[in-house]
């Protein structure tokens, strides 16, 4: 049962446009979701999250939606930039009930390849 | 400040055999937990400890264990290797309290079972 996912395997972007992900769940419980991204051979790295008390978050030029009614999150990137190319993780935690601190759910990851 | 610091990064084992992974979290951060990735499963939680308890637990088998001693430091031991364990296993940490933490991942071992 996967309780997070990124049904978009790939994503080619050209340098300057933007980017869009896309995650959905099926867990009404999930109330945190993060990004990550991910390059070969070294571990995620944190780009951003947003409570489920929120629709939208900002950093830079990183933003996250979040839709509850529809379980759909997406992180948008502009102006997209070649180093941004690698695979990103949408992930989701359960943390307001106190009993699923630490344990991320994760989707299966897209990998975004952006052009100069 | 230094990140989360996973050794080693590189492991070679025999089926039959058992290992044991070391992860040193931030400074400060209290709470480890351990994922397994693999290209069929993708990224998948193991288990994670806060304050030298373990607080969450994943559906992996018992040969999976870990432990979490005083100063955050945490070790993850699987015994009875099969090739099926071959993965990169990555620790990540976090303050663990209230809710709303990132959690920090290291860069993985890479475990190879042959």
């Known amino acids: 049962d996967q309780q997070v996912k990124q049904n978009s395997p790939s994503l080619s972007v050209q340098e300057g446009r933007i980017s869009i992900l896309n995650c959905d769940y099926t867990?009404?419980?999930?109330?945190?979701f993060l990004w990550y991204k991910k390059y070969p051979a070294e571990g995620p790295t944190f780009l951003i999250s947003?409570?489920?008390?929120?629709d939208k978050n900002e950093d830079g030029r990183f933003t996250v939606f979040l839709n509850k009614s529809a379980k759909h999150l997406s992180l948008h990137i502009v102006p997209s930039q070649p180093g941004d190319s690698a695979v990103y993780f949408c992930a989701a935690l359960s943390g307001a009930g106190g009993t699923s601190y630490g344990k991320l759910t994760f989707g299966q990851g897209t990998i975004l390849t952006v052009h100069p | 400040k230094a990140g989360v610091t996973q050794t080693p990064r590189y492991l070679i084992k025999t089926r039959g055999q058992q290992v044991t992974l070391s992860c040193s979290p931030i400074?400060?951060?209290?709470?480890v937990s351990w994922y397994q990735q693999t290209p069929g499963q993708g990224l998948q939680f193991l288990f994670e400890y806060f304050s030298e308890t373990q607080r969450n637990k994943g559906n992996f088998p018992g040969r999976f264990s870990g432990r979490q001693f005083s100063n955050s430091r945490s070790e993850m031991n699987v015994s009875t290797l099969e090739l099926g364990d071959s993965a990169l296993y990555l620790c990540?940490?976090?303050?663990?309290?209230?809710?709303?933490?990132?959690?920090?991942f290291g860069d993985g071992t890479r475990l190879s079972i042959l």
């Open positions: 990540a940490s976090s303050l663990g309290q209230g809710i709303n933490q990132p959690q920090h």
């Open positions: 947003i409570s489920s008390i929120k």
């Open positions: 400074s400060g951060h209290r709470s």
């Open positions: 867990n009404s419980m999930f109330d945190y």
